[in-house]
Structures are given as C-alpha cells and as structure tokens.
C-alpha cells in the first residue's frame, strides 16, 4: 500500500470518527430523553390533578380553596424530568468526547510515522469538512502530531538573580 493510499485511507478513518461522534451525541442524548418521557406522560395526565387529600394543593401555593391538588409523584416525577433531560444530553456530549479523545490518540499514532508535509496532506483537506467534529478531531490532530521538539537545550545561567548586577 502505498503512502498517498494510507493517507486517503487514513483520512476517510478520521471522516468516520467524526460522523461517529456526532451520531453518539445526538443518539445517547435522545435515548436519554426517550426514556423520561414516561415521567412526562406522568407529569402532563389528567390523573395528575385528580384531587387528593394530601400534598401540595393549588390552594396552598394560589390561597384558594380548591380541591384540586398536585400529588407529590407528580412533583417528584416533574423534577426528575427537569433534571434528567439535562442531564441526558451532558452524558451524550461527554460520551462523544470521550470517544474523540480515544480516537485521536489512536489516529496520532498512526500519522506518526509519516512525514510532516504526508501528515499535513492528510489533516489539511479535513478542515474544510463539513461535519464539526470531523474539523475538531482533524485540528486536535494537527496540534497533536505537529508538535516540534525543541532545537537545543537550553541552558540556565549561573546567576541566581538576587546577586548585584557588574557595573
């Protein structure tokens, strides 16, 4: 196999990555969600205002004397959706992370043993991709296998810096 046939094959690698990550956020968080909608059903009911002889009644919180109350389940089940719908979405955000920073270290060390002008004909072409994380992973690859080492040591001066300068 050649080198530009490795590098083609390793630029399609990186399109996938990409497309994986953004379908692993997108499905993990609507699976999230897709499994509160019970407790939204449950919240939006019409047994939900049914009129109940405990909880938290509409005439405690309007000072109307009502009978229609809100049963704490409702409240409790209402909650959790506001919390967990949000919280859906951040575990699929941090499940596609996860992956990118998974795939980028493997993808580094494969464009590792190429070229630095190879490495850029692979990366180059991907910041103009249109999916956004196929440009993220491509940018982080850049500033990851890219990097120069440096050309000479440096060397520390004798001086500790509290001593009096010659005149």
């Given at each position: 196999?050649?080198?530009e046939?490795?590098?083609?094959?390793?630029?399609?690698?990186?399109?996938?990555?990409?497309?994986?990550?953004?379908?692993?956020?997108?499905?993990?968080?609507?699976?999230?969600?897709?499994?509160?909608?019970?407790?939204?059903?449950?919240?939006?009911?019409?047994?939900?205002?049914?009129?109940?002889?405990?909880?938290?009644?509409?005439?405690?919180?309007?000072g109307t004397?009502?009978?229609?109350?809100?049963?704490?389940s409702?409240?409790?089940?209402?909650?959790?959706?506001?919390?967990?719908?949000?919280?859906?979405?951040?575990?699929?955000?941090?499940?596609?992370?996860?992956?990118?920073?998974?795939?980028?270290?493997?993808?580094?060390?494969?464009?590792?043993?190429?070229?630095?002008?190879?490495?850029?004909?692979?990366?180059?072409?991907?910041?103009?991709?249109?999916?956004?994380?196929?440009?993220?992973?491509?940018?982080?690859?850049?500033?990851?296998?890219?990097?120069?080492?440096?050309?000479?040591?440096?060397?520390?001066?004798?001086?500790?810096?509290?001593?009096?300068?010659?005149?």
């Amino acid at each position: 196999m050649s080198n530009e046939e490795q590098i083609a094959a390793l630029r399609n690698e990186i399109r996938r990555a990409g497309r994986t990550a953004g379908i692993l956020r997108g499905s993990l968080g609507l699976a999230a969600i897709l499994c509160l909608l019970p407790l939204a059903f449950r919240l939006f009911s019409v047994d939900a205002l049914r009129p109940v002889t405990t909880g938290w009644g509409l005439a405690t919180v309007c000072g109307t004397f009502t009978s229609t109350a809100i049963s704490p389940s409702v409240i409790v089940a209402g909650l959790s959706f506001l919390v967990g719908a949000p919280g859906a979405v951040l575990v699929g955000i941090v499940a596609a992370a996860l992956y990118c920073e998974l795939r980028i270290r493997r993808l580094a060390r494969r464009l590792a043993p190429f070229t630095a002008s190879e490495r850029s004909a692979a990366l180059l072409p991907l910041a103009a991709d249109r999916s956004p994380d196929t440009r993220r992973i491509a940018a982080s690859l850049c500033r990851t296998v890219n990097r120069r080492p440096e050309v000479a040591p440096v060397t520390h001066a004798d001086g500790r810096g509290d001593e009096a300068a010659s005149a």
